[in-house]
């Protein structure tokens, strides 16, 4: 029967392991290793470009509840801040600010949706167009714009 390492021969083991370059990741982080993570990361991705243009093409539906709306805008911008798609994580908070600040008995104005949808659209095909960063721009105007226009109909009484 092999005889059992004893405690002083595993710490001068791990010891001469973690001394190399790399330490004790070394042995982790073999080419086959780091290659098998690039491509599980990279069908990951392909399969988050597919998911964000599966939700995308949902946020722009028209007759979908706010709630419908925000959950859909809320997955995009989780995924967009996984793999790194700032604009269009940007823009899904833009949306998600602008329906849910709305009673599903009021839907947010679609056309409103459907431009911070575009300008998704706009920055997941293209993430370094500074023109969808300026469209991303003018939709969290245009959201501040007409959260504050609800806002004073709610003060003075008036229904939008």
């Known amino acids: 029967m092999p005889r059992q390492p004893s405690s002083q021969d595993r710490a001068l083991r791990f010891r001469a392991v973690a001394a190399r370059p790399g330490g004790a990741t070394s042995l982790l982080t073999t080419q086959a290793v780091l290659e098998a993570a690039a491509h599980r990361i990279e069908a990951l991705g392909s399969r988050a470009l597919e998911d ?12 979908r509840s706010n709630r419908e709306v925000y959950a859909d805008a809320h997955d995009i911008r989780g995924i967009a801040a996984i793999f790194k798609f ?6 899904a908070a833009i949306l998600c600010r602008l329906v849910e ?7 947010a104005d679609h056309r409103l949706v459907d431009l911070i949808g575009a300008a998704m ?4 095909a293209n993430p370094a167009d500074p023109l969808a960063d300026r469209v991303i721009t003018a939709c969290a105007e245009a959201v501040d714009a007409e959260l504050a226009r609800q806002e004073q109909l709610k003060q003075t009484g ?3």
């Open 52 to 63: 964000i243009s599966e939700r995308l093409a949902r946020v722009r539906c028209t007759g």
């Open 86 to 91: 700032p604009g269009v994580g940007a823009a």
């Open 121 to 124: 659209q706009a920055s997941l």
């Open 158 to 160: 008036d229904d939008a």
């Open 101 to 107: 600040s709305f009673p599903d008995a009021a839907p």
